[in-house]
């Protein structure tokens, strides 16, 4: 090749990198912005598979109780927490993304992605705060025993993983079933999900009925 040849290649080359690095630099650029949700906070991790089944085999296994003198009204929530916002407001914040909240607590903007369907939301009135092992739920499981206050302290728990913020249409699918009759529509959501309902009912030594501890198990094994 001439001289005169490659001098006149060289233009050529050089543009076909500034191109090739703009084009990565756009590839970039999009992925960053459309990719997935960066990471967010989340309810305090429950315990691993391993222990999960621990505890589970743990659980008295006995046939649901009954519904009968069961009411919301005798789990108190949401309570106050922390100043002026309540237990709602808190999991709120806690578990969104760039959570601007009013001098009331209440969150005036910010994201949420819910974790039982990957739906991303970024109005709060969307939002609902789950109760992983429902107050009915809860109520048939050995919390019809309980005084109000201990129902109280358990329908505010942040200390175990028992509140999350999810869809409103997510929570409301779910209602008061058990892991054998509903999971998250994401599938990759069920191991964690299933250790935080272990990890709750374990703690407020709450029991399981049969078909409720098979899913349990199952779930768990394939963790």
Known sequence: MSRTSRSTERPKVYARRISLLAGLSLLAGTMLVSGAPAAQASPPTPPNPTTSLRYLGELTEK?????????????????????NCDTREVVLKRDGQNV?????????????????????????????????????????????????????????????????????????????????????PSAGYHCTYARMWVSVKHHYKLSVDTAEKQALSDILHGC
């Open 100 to 184: 601007e909240q009013d001098g009331a607590c209440a969150a005036v903007s910010g994201s949420w992605t819910s974790a039982y369907d990957g739906v991303v939301r970024t109005n709060s009135s969307t939002m609902d705060i789950d109760h992983i092992v429902p107050l009915a739920e809860a109520w048939r499981s050995g919390a019809s025993s309980w005084t109000n206050d201990q129902r109280q302290a358990f329908a505010n728990d942040l200390t175990r993983p028992q509140l999350i913020a999810v869809t409103d249409s997510s929570n409301r699918s779910k209602g008061d079933k058990d892991p054998a009759k509903w999971m998250p």
């Open 63 to 83: 046939a649901e109780g009954s519904s009968d003198g069961y009411s919301r009204d005798k789990f108190p929530h949401w309570i106050n927490q922390e100043g």
